[in-house]
């Protein structure tokens, strides 16, 4: 009876130990992900769903943008920020400074009518405020910058002055 009490001592010990440390959680996520890749090729399940590309405030916004830009420049909603920035070559710790821009987009590209990037177009609604997404956003405005692409911030509105967009797009 008492290896019983300490068999199941060693597996408290032991999941704790794994918890309570990032190498034991690496192992856990591991384990983890074998199981959910175990489960993903199993080809009779397919558990997807369409969604919007747009939300209701973007796709608001995506047309009176159309609407701004008149045909004359190309617009790219959701582009992946990694897609449009990249790493320079021979900085050292490169695939840490990839792992911030890989999963992140951006709102709208426009670029002109050759894909030469016009600017980002970040469109900020009350979710703006919170620390954590101004934190997000003041990394997003420094990484663009030092790649030498121009953001603007919209403030997320019910109505648009197609004027005032041309203006601060630099579009004439």
Sequence with gaps: MWWIVLGAFCVVVLVSFLLSTK?????????LDVEAKEQSENIDIFPYVKVDLLSPAELSYYK?????????????????????????????NSFSYWGKIRSRHVDFLICDKKLNYHCVVELDDSSHNSPKQK??????????????????????LRIYDVSEIKKDLNIS
């Design 23 to 31: 190498f034991g959680r690496g192992i856990l996520r591991e384990l």
């Design 64 to 92: 009176v943008l159309c609407h701004a830009l008149d045909g004359n420049y190309l617009i790219f909603p959701k582009v992946r920020l990694g897609d449009i920035i990249n790493v320079e070559k021979g900085v050292g």
């Design 135 to 156: 934190k997000n956003d003041k990394f997003l405005n420094k990484a663009l910058d030092a790649s030498g692409i121009r953001i603007v911030r919209q403030k997320a």
